[in-house]
């Protein structure tokens, strides 16, 4: 059965809670963890998808009852797209790597989404010869500009703009203005650039950490960019990123289950490789205020989890049924 968000559920994009990881925090050091998921359809990707949507209302590409709505994903900006579209009155479709998890695809699909897979990995990759995902997506909305709408988030600033104007205020308000390290996984960089330059230009001395998987990762959502090029939404802003690191499958898988052990957290694979990232950032600050974006929970990953062996379909249950800080979201996992 197709769920139909209702049109209001839009208010509730942004102003996510960050909590603090009291069991990773020090006397000095301060770890805080901005809860994404508590967006109405899930994830950080909430954010850019509705900016997407409402530039492209405003520019008049986007016309109701007449467009359908197309973008390559993981997952995240697909659930989005697709939540806030049928909210607003639009009909979308999805391509996808195969590899992305049943329980993403059966979310998309009660929301109401056309699914088009392909043999991608996990993230659409960016470059010639490696964007299967890109390459078909752009194939079936360029013949017809008249009905098809292919927002980009590779390469729209309204990606970027729903950061600089949502997310970065809301961690310099939420901190009082002490955040000292700012930390998020990367697949776009619309999250990383848009929350980094409203925070440089409030404190030029916020040091901005970017996270990116290893090669060949199974961390749904980011990217490698010896693998992948980087987007060009990423590159028009790359010089606000202070330092790169590269968050490995097992740490970050380490990282989902310490959450699990030591805070009562189901999170998302990426927020494992924030995670991992936040501890080694740390192990030379004699103090700090260090934020990392927890882009979503793990709730669509129980099968990833259990086939990885990063927690037992027991230990996973369990920890579902612990979990501190779930938000009751807008679709039915």
């Not at 909305?141 to 104007?165: G, T, V």
């Not at 999170?267 to 990232?277: E, F, K, L």
């Not at 929970?297 to 369990?318: H, I």
Request: hydrophobic share 35%; proline share 4%; glycine share 6%.
């Amino acid at each position: 059965m197709t769920a139909v968000a209702r049109p209001d559920i839009v208010e509730r994009i942004g102003q996510t809670p960050l909590v603090e990881l009291k069991s990773f925090s020090t006397k000095n050091v301060k770890f805080f963890a901005k809860l994404e998921w508590h967006n109405p359809f899930g994830s950080v990707k909430d954010r850019a998808a509705y900016w997407m949507i409402k530039d492209a209302e405003k520019r008049g590409v986007l016309k109701k009852d007449k467009s359908i709505i197309i973008e390559p994903t993981s997952g995240n900006t697909g659930i989005a797209l697709t939540g806030i579209a049928s909210a607003l009155g639009y009909k979308v479709e999805i391509v996808i790597p195969e590899k992305v998890s049943e329980e993403t695809k059966n979310i998309l699909r009660h929301l109401g989404a056309t699914l088009h897979e392909t043999s991608d990995d996990l993230c659409p990759r960016v470059g010639a010869g490696t964007d299967q995902s890109i390459a078909l997506a752009k194939a079936i909305s360029k013949p017809r500009p008249d009905i098809y709408y292919m927002p980009n988030q590779y390469e729209n600033d309204a990606n970027f703009l729903a950061h600089y104007e949502s997310t970065g205020p809301e961690i310099w308000k939420q901190t009082n203005g002490t955040v000292t390290h700012f930390l998020t996984g990367c697949g776009t960089g619309g999250t990383i650039t848009g929350a980094a330059t409203y925070l440089k230009e409030k404190n030029k001395n916020v040091h901005i950490i970017a996270v990116q998987a290893q090669k060949n990762h199974l961390l749904q959502g980011l990217r490698n960019f010896e693998e992948s090029s980087m987007p060009e939404l990423f590159k028009r802003r790359e010089k606000v990123v202070d330092e790169w690191m590269t968050a490995t499958n097992k740490d970050s898988f380490d990282a989902v289950r310490q959450l699990v052990e030591k805070e009562s957290m189901l999170v998302g694979p990426s927020s494992g490789s924030v995670m991992t990232s936040m501890l080694k950032a740390a192990q030379n600050l004699k103090s700090g205020v260090i934020v990392g974006i927890f882009a979503d929970d793990g709730r669509k990953f129980k099968s990833l989890y259990t086939q990885e062996n990063v927690l037992s379909e027991q230990e996973y249950d369990r920890a579902l049924k612990n979990a501190k800080h779930m938000s009751k979201l807008a679709y039915s996992l």
